[in-house]
């Protein structure tokens, strides 16, 4: 089955917990993005990598940090450092210029 | 940056009727894209059109680059229709776009049988 997978569907942790979401694509795409999407709002990007072992921050990089061992995963982790981390995570991967989204991560920060 | 203004924010429909969005810009574009966000969040692809007409089904686009927007037809809506509309639009200025992707705050559309 190709296609974006995001683990887990829901998160949920501690202020001051560092967490880690997971996005694997079997699409054989070299680019991959992380967005996140605050109620009512639309989609701002958090990093996004080119290729293997490269990655740029995005707009709204503060108190995240990714990497990019793999072609196929791009994980995302929310440090404690990130004073708002409650929010919708997306990721994509990109064919052209053309995005593909995956399912989201819903974390909450208790 | 560039930025991306949607219209109307939020849009009530009866059942078979017609709509249109809009999506202006303010800068040239090389990218954008339509999609529908459905209530369990995910992000379906409507369209890539960053010029030009294309239809799908009862879904049509059209992007006038010169003039800097873009309009989403949904014909004979249905319940399943509703949802988040968003326009994302990604420019190559200075040619390090990179496919990123600018997103408007979206349409709420909402269809009652």
């Known amino acids: 089955d190709g296609g974006i997978t995001q683990s887990p569907k829901y998160l949920f942790r501690k202020e001051g917990q560092n967490v880690t979401l997971s996005c694997e694509q079997n699409?054989?795409?070299?680019?991959m993005y992380w967005y996140r999407q605050d109620p009512g709002q639309g989609l701002r990007l958090i990093y996004y990598?080119?290729?293997?072992?490269?990655?740029q921050k995005g707009d709204i990089a503060e108190g995240y940090s990714v990497s990019r061992e793999k072609k196929e995963s791009f994980p995302l982790t929310v440090t404690s450092a990130q004073k708002n981390p409650t929010a919708f995570y997306l990721c994509?991967?990109?064919?052209?210029?053309?995005?593909?989204f995956g399912p989201g991560t819903r974390l909450t920060v208790l | 940056g560039i930025q991306v203004e949607q219209s109307p924010p939020d849009l009530i429909l009866q059942e078979g009727a017609n709509s249109t969005l809009r999506c202006n810009f303010s800068?040239?574009?090389?990218?954008l894209q339509w999609f529908h966000q459905n209530p369990w969040g995910q992000l379906i692809n409507l369209f890539y059109?960053?010029?030009g007409t294309k239809q799908n089904g009862r879904l049509s686009a059209t992007t006038v680059a010169t003039e800097r927007y873009s309009l989403l037809y949904i014909s004979s809506s249905q319940t399943t229709d509703s949802g988040v509309y968003f326009c994302?639009?990604?420019?190559?200025?200075?040619?390090?776009?990179?496919?990123?992707?600018?997103f408007g705050q979206g349409t709420i559309l909402t269809v009652h049988p």
């Open positions: 994509a991967t990109r064919k052209g210029l053309q995005q593909f």
């Open positions: 699409l054989n795409h070299d680019a």
């Open positions: 990598s080119q290729i293997v072992n490269d990655f």
């Open positions: 800068d040239s574009v090389n990218n």
């Open positions: 059109i960053p010029s």
């Open positions: 994302a639009v990604g420019s190559n200025a200075g040619g390090t776009s990179y496919g990123k992707l600018t």
